[in-house]
């Protein structure tokens, strides 16, 4: 891909409603209109991308069982997290780059969150500004996800900067001290068409026409108790560490202060060859036993996953790369469409597994299908 | 789909024995004749269909042992259910709307089950009359599947009819108070092309042109505990609960006051990421051990499932889906020859497996393949 | 398929050795010569073909070990069975109508199997007369399979001529009361194009034009304890209960007095959704105990399942379908192929896991990979 | 295939600096450049190629955990094995006839590693001579693979001159006593087209035109406990003993002398029908106990699966036919490619892992995926 093809990224401009009939078809309909490089970057895994399907296979080894004659009408999934009373037990989680989807870039995502009602997770390589996304959210709730420095000093300046912009919780992204290997990034020669404002104070240049493995190259390559314990001093803000898929690294990780415990295998995208992040959630939520809550991501496509995340201990859930594709589909419309069909199945599962609200589903046996 | 496509629905005709090799056959040759809208509503489940094929896939964790050197000789199918005798231990079960398999309607279904010599059930979705489904029933015994109205009053009417039909028991079905996510007929946009008359006194409309969600949000939503006692007290009919998936609803419906359990997960038509129906009854016969009788649903496409089902604890079992094919292929003929074939495939499975009676297969062991 | 068309059924008539690579490739050399009829009766299964699936991915289940440092060169199969000494653990399955595969019948499988070194069964269902057949086994060992007449003196007929034959043992199949639901022969309307000229005596016609369900409901269709001591009673032979899967049955006919336990599931022929044949044989072995030998079929096509059977409690194996195709390719040059072909594939087998003779392989310990 | 064509084999002869997506990539790459007969032999395994492929889906019983919040920047995979220091835990494995995939032969593949900086198995089978592989090894370390003669004058001769190249170690080949059953071989009516100097002195012929068969039949069938006490005894070197896949073997090796265990089923190429290579490693792991160093092969083909063998006990894991199809497309610069790739892979997987060093693997714990 040469300079001058990086400029012209076509990357898609409508926006408008759109029909959801359920993610897997968005997936394909996203693929038709996002240029391959970017639609790749955004689906892709990687090695083998086993961990990236085990983690769809992974929900098949637990059912939700149908309940009966339960007190059960019009469920409601409204739950709060962290001091915000949000909508359903999801929010957005945080991705790279969303200007590879649709042109609005992370303000899109963010008007269609803020407008559903939920939390925007703000990723470091956001291709937006704080400000530009703000004209999105509009003062809804967000949270700041960091790739750090190597130079703490800067990494106050970034976190001075999301403070500013109003964020309520640091997000530290603890699983990609390196980048995966991205075999579809590599094979394509794919570099991101712009750069990333907040990480750029970093980098030895904006983040356009980099490749991912430089950028991360670039970021902290090591992270450690300390990261933690220097973010929550400095930012006296909630801290979540991300990329927990042991039950070690989530006591390790209150034992250095966090806030809470964010279940990921960074959608499959980072080491291939680990279990399905599902598979991972029940053995930590028991060590994390209630002190701090459990946000869980890679793998969501529907209610029914929700809901088994959520009785096997997760508090909420983030969603990733549905939210793209809805995005690229009908810009900041297609974000609320997308959230609002699972929200829709959600209620429709719960209702079918007699659930009445959020506490219920946590209560709820799971069957064990392997 | 326009009203005026809806009012031409061009339902099979034709009335005449089948040739029966196996009921997957009739699938694919009933998917020839049935309006595509239709088809896919009748053959369909939820979701991603997966509890629809964990509904096949789950017969083969348990293998029907071949047996020799047995006194069994011309085995015998024949069996009693609440009062009834059948012919072999399967009846028909509730399914709504047969008119998109066959002009003739539930009245085809019923006379071909009349014929062959076993129970009907008729479901409160019916497009035929009780009265028209007489015309083929000609007094065989038959049992009401009612979805209730959200007004008592015209429950007891509808109960009323039921009774002046001729029910013999009521089945309530209770994991269906709101519609499965039915992603085909979403994609065909799929109404009803007829109406409903049992029903119809509580709907906006007659039922046709109607959506499946549409009509299933002005039945009843909300099925507890109360319901299984007002229909037994007003009906004095005994009350089948059905939708069971889990022992504690089993022993939930049975402390209601229900006269059987009816174990199903509607065909996979509801809850999707649900176990197989067949992988929840072995623990739900433990705990109703014998007290009231078990109806299986939900998978039986041969004999050897029939056998499985009574070997893992159920009396008899409900045919759906392969009967109502037969009926769009042959009218209440095919519908005999689907039974028969059901009957003459079980006699087969009993005569291998060294079992002469109903009885006999009930302490068979399974062997376990998973 | 019209009597005329069966008069012109036409088996392959070569005579020749064949190169064997492996029996799955025989399979497919045979579907391209024998006609459809026959080759869908001899390699069908019933129902879903499930349990005749389950016969070949069952040796998977078990792994054999490579074993080194073992004091094991030009290993020695050999070994004897009911007093018979032979070149292999393996001997000839009974199958009826081998004219389906080659001109030469019976006659032809038997100069294969005599040539090569082990005992032929010769099937109730023959095609071919004992003496047609001798011509081919020309004094070698035979076993009688035997399908009982409802009418003992016709059956005291028949092992009179099987005596006078020089049977050394009686097989009776007791798994096969009645035909298992072959659907391939259904759907191709299959009858046999020839007689049998052994079991005629108690049929309405001669065998020819008569399908498999017709010929098995003429037949003995209640096989006991009873059978096994009037065969034994009258031939003074060993009795073989051929069609075992489960303990109970192997106690059953040892204390009916049989001389060995023949594990079989009829080659996935009979009763579908059954367990492999290779599944249940552990089970078996253990209660036998060694009192009488054990003979293992159904789905063995390479020394590795010999193996395998032979370290899970079989004394021998018997060989079907191959052999049978061998037959198709080549007449009794191509049966006596396909056992050279067992025979090597068997000792290269015995080598690498560490054996040097067939009681070293019952004492090997089997990897369990399931 | 005629003597005349055996000469005009057609091996690759580019040299140059290969890219690396992944090692399956390169496979097909090779099929697409090495002759047919050449490359089915490099690639092919025994029978049904269940092992061959077991070898693969072996990996996935284990997960690799990510971690994170650990002390690991820039991991370092160095270490080292009987002496020797190397920059990763990789060896070269003893693969024949390295000629098949490019001209330069072992030489090549000996200077590919060398130039990466790890250690060169020689093949008794290699169809260079020591001195030719020497101008690619110039110097680095190396170990000499034997196929035994029946002659232990020869064998004597053999040792002498792999000990007068330089040889630090012996590996005993004990799972060869005969060829694997390699179909495709022996469809391709394959021969070596070009001899081995080091074994023809035992060999009727040079190797040229030889069929594997026919080779391994004139080498040792019977390879004994003895015979580990005579090369160790003769050569004054470590022995170690290649082809144990059970527990009781790798006592036997040791208890004869072994100073090494190599943990391999011959790439699938032996016996088919055994276990994956890494489904054996820890069982056998568990009883070496660290007595004497663990090699492990078969089946490796990213830096994940060195990483789960790492962390089953192997020591250091042997590379074989990846680095073959980097010798195929790139002569010694696509082997020191191929070899880059592992390090790097390794290094990617061993920093997400939350691991700095060969001792932190060997710590790890793997994920249960079975």
Redesign the interface.
């Known amino acids: 891909m040469t300079k001058k093809e990086v400029k012209v990224y076509d990357a898609p401009t409508k926006i408008q409603d759109i029909e959801v ?2 993610t897997y078809q968005l997936e394909k309909l996203a693929s038709d209109i996002v240029p391959k490089g970017g639609f790749d970057y955004i689906s892709g895994g990687s ?2 991308e ?1 961990t990236l399907q085990r983690n769809q296979t992974a ?2 080894t637990k ?12 469920p409601d999934p409204s739950t709060s997290i962290l001091g915000h009373d949000i909508r359903a037990p999801f929010i957005m989680a945080p991705i790279a780059a969303h200007g590879l989807a649709h042109e609005t870039k992370e303000a899109g995502t963010a008007k269609g969150v803020a407008e559903f009602g939920t939390i925007m997770s703000i990723s470091a390589y956001s291709g937006a500004k704080f400000e530009e996304i703000e004209e999105g959210l509009n003062g809804g709730p967000r949270w700041f996800q960091i790739y750090m420095s190597k130079d703490d000093e800067l990494n106050k300046n970034i976190i001075d900067e999301a403070k500013a912009d109003g964020a309520t919780a640091i997000i530290l992204t ?2 990609a ?2 980048s ?2 991205r ?1 579809k990034d ?2 394509n020669k794919f570099v991101y068409p712009f750069g990333m404002p907040i990480v750029s104070r970093y980098l030895t240049g904006s983040g356009a026409n980099m490749s991912l493995n430089n950028i991360y190259a670039q970021s902290k ?5 300390e ?2 314990k220097f973010l929550k001093d400095y930012s006296d803000l909630p801290v979540l ?1 991300k ?4 039950a ?2 989530a006591l ?2 209150i034992g ?1 202060g966090a806030d809470g415990i964010w279940v990921s ?2 959608g499959g995208r ?6 399905g992040s599902f ?2 959630l029940e053995g930590i939520s028991k060590v994390v036993a209630g002190r701090v809550p459990i946000i869980f991501d890679s793998g969501v496509r ?1 209610g ?1 996953h929700i ?2 995340a959520l009785a096997s201990g997760a508090d909420i859930v983030a969603l990733g790369r549905p939210v793209l594709y809805g995005l690229a589909l009908g810009g900041w419309k297609g974000v609320r469409s997308v959230l609002e069909y699972f929200d829709e ?1 959600l209620k ?2 719960m ?3 007699g659930t009445q609200t959020i506490e219920d589903i946590k209560q709820a046996q799971l ?1 064990d ?1 392997k």
């Open positions: 009939l359920n090695g083998d086993f929900w098949q059912g939700v069982l149908p309940r009966v004659l339960a007190d059960v009408e019009h603890a699983d001290t390196l995966g290997n075999e590599i094979a390559q090591k992270i450690t108790r990261d933690v560490v990329g927990i898929q042991s070690d690294d390790l990780a250095a295998n960074h980072q080491l291939d060859g680990a279990p598979e991972t529907r029914e809901f088994k199945d429709r599962v209702q079918l597994a069957f299908m």
